[in-house]
């Protein structure tokens, strides 16, 4: 018999997109991230992609110390794969950002692969009212940010990755960054197969559309042929359907609280374990399996 295609998740468990007052279910401390994380992994999800709050007010941030206490509990209590951000928040500097993956070193790290425009403010026309002043301040000023990921950030992070034996989930927020990314290969400093997480719905970068799932996929397969391993994450009200498409067309897939608070229209997600849960149930009636961790790691090649 045929065996089934493994299916890897990854949970995105707070990011630095979301705040506090937009939904009582986003993890902020350490035991909440700790507790989010162990139960999306319990829920299927092969790999953790981590940032860290700060606990008093729940602001994002890259300090080491924030990421030390969830990342030994995650890792006491499961055999996931630990993703740690280097993208932090898009108001932060690179240096800022890169400390965390420099110092625990974790077999995948996310590298985000252009500078863009990233627009939060559009948020404020659903949420209005905030706890804390930062979190307007954080949307309002989004309207003059630029994400910077300029060619030598990306390659000092490649680089220091290497040494580490850190691998990378690319972050492509449009078709730019996949030729960014192929730049990156033909020099030597990518080895394959590169884990490509098409981000689709990002004011800033690529639409929704199923038509640019489709595009972002065709010009992954030319300039990578079969060599690389796609995994879609949609922003927003378009997490599961995106996830959903791209499964059914042999993607790996990513949810979590970072990339979306919803579980259904006008519904907050419960928790991340929710949304791991949805999609798996919808991977499964795709005749899809889940990846173990340890797959995950075979397949994407990781020290382990
Ligand atoms: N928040 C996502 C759209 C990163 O952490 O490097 C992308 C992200 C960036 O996960
Ligand atoms: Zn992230």
């Known amino acids: 018999m045929a065996s089934k295609r493994k299916v890897i998740i990854t949970c995105a468990v707070t990011g630095a997109i979301h705040t506090p007052s937009m939904s009582p279910h986003l993890p902020v401390t350490a035991d909440e991230i700790a507790?989010?994380?162990i139960a999306a992994a319990q829920a299927g999800a092969a790999i953790l992609h981590l940032h860290a709050r700060d606990p008093q007010d729940g602001r994002p941030t890259q300090e080491p110390d924030a990421f030390r206490p969830f990342l030994s509990r995650i890792k006491?209590?499961?055999?996931?794969?630990?993703?740690?951000?280097?993208?932090?928040?898009?108001?932060?500097?690179v240096e800022e950002r890169m400390r965390p993956a420099m110092e625990f070193k974790p077999e995948l790290a996310s590298l985000n692969m252009g500078?863009?425009?990233?627009g939060l403010f559009p948020m404020l026309d659903r949420f209005k009212?905030?706890?804390?002043e930062w979190e307007r301040q954080h949307l309002e000023n989004s309207r003059d940010l630029i994400f910077k990921n300029t060619y030598k950030d990306i390659e000092t992070i490649l680089r220091k990755g290497a040494d580490n034996g850190t691998r990378f989930e690319f972050e492509c927020y449009d078709i730019s960054h996949l030729y960014n990314l192929a730049h990156f290969v033909d020099k030597g400093l990518v080895k394959s197969p590169p884990f490509i997480?098409?981000?689709f719905g990002i004011l800033g970068g690529i639409g929704p559309h199923p038509e640019d799932l489709m595009h972002m996929k065709r010009t992954a397969e030319r300039l990578f042929g079969d060599d690389y391993q796609w995994s879609i994450l949609g922003a927003?009200?378009?997490?599961m359907p995106l996830a959903t498409i791209g499964?059914?067309?042999?993607s790996n897939v990513r949810v979590g609280l970072e990339d979306s608070l919803w579980i259904g229209p006008g519904?907050?997600?419960?928790?991340?374990?929710?949304?791991?849960?949805?999609?798996?149930?919808?991977?499964?009636a795709l005749n899809l399996e889940i990846a173990t961790p340890d797959e995950a790691r075979a397949i994407l090649q990781l020290k382990g």
Do not use: K
């Not at 009212?129 to 804390?132: A, L």
């Not at 519904?267 to 991977?283: G, M, Y």
């Open 35 to 37: 507790e989010a994380a």
């Open 76 to 93: 006491t209590s499961t055999d996931a794969v630990v993703n740690i951000t280097t993208g932090g928040s898009p108001h932060m500097t």
């Open 115 to 118: 500078s863009m425009n990233f």
């Open 129 to 132: 009212t905030f706890e804390h």
């Open 197 to 199: 997480q098409s981000v």
């Open 236 to 239: 927003g009200r378009n997490q």
């Open 247 to 250: 499964a059914a067309m042999g």
């Open 267 to 284: 519904q907050l997600a419960a928790s991340n374990a929710e949304q791991v849960q949805r999609i798996r149930v919808i991977l499964e």
